[in-house]
Nanobody, 116 residues
């Protein structure tokens, strides 16, 4: 079945950077779009970034445009989220996601905390 293992979260100060990784298995990774979502305490889960499978086109939430970059390495079945100039409002649990056969799948999430 579809499985993800996210890593790379942590505690950083405002203005610092983190790189999240999501290793996928259980499906043909290269043929599916991948997304990163986040959920802050008391808030709904929101999509942060998305990358397509074929042309690797990307989309970003307005709140992270210019600071976050999503990328993928199909040979490693891995999607990344480079997060620069982090802000306290970026604090959340970050999840990777895809939809295979009309069924959405989520990883376990990785905590990102931005605080001085």
């Amino acid at each position: 079945q579809v499985q993800f293992v996210e890593s790379g979260g942590g505690l950083v100060q405002p203005g610092e950077s983190l790189r999240l990784s999501c290793a996928a298995s259980g499906f043909t990774f290269s043929t599916y779009a991948m997304g990163w979502y986040r959920q802050a305490p008391g808030k709904e889960r929101e999509q942060v970034a998305r990358i397509s499978s074929i042309d690797r086109s990307t989309n970003y939430a307005n709140s992270v445009k210019g600071r976050f970059t999503i990328s993928r390495t199909n040979a490693k079945n891995t999607v990344y989220l480079q997060m620069n100039n982090l802000k306290p409002e970026d604090t959340a649990v970050y999840y990777c996601h895809t939809t295979v056969g009309f069924v959405g799948s989520w990883g376990q999430g990785t905590q990102v905390t931005v605080s001085s």
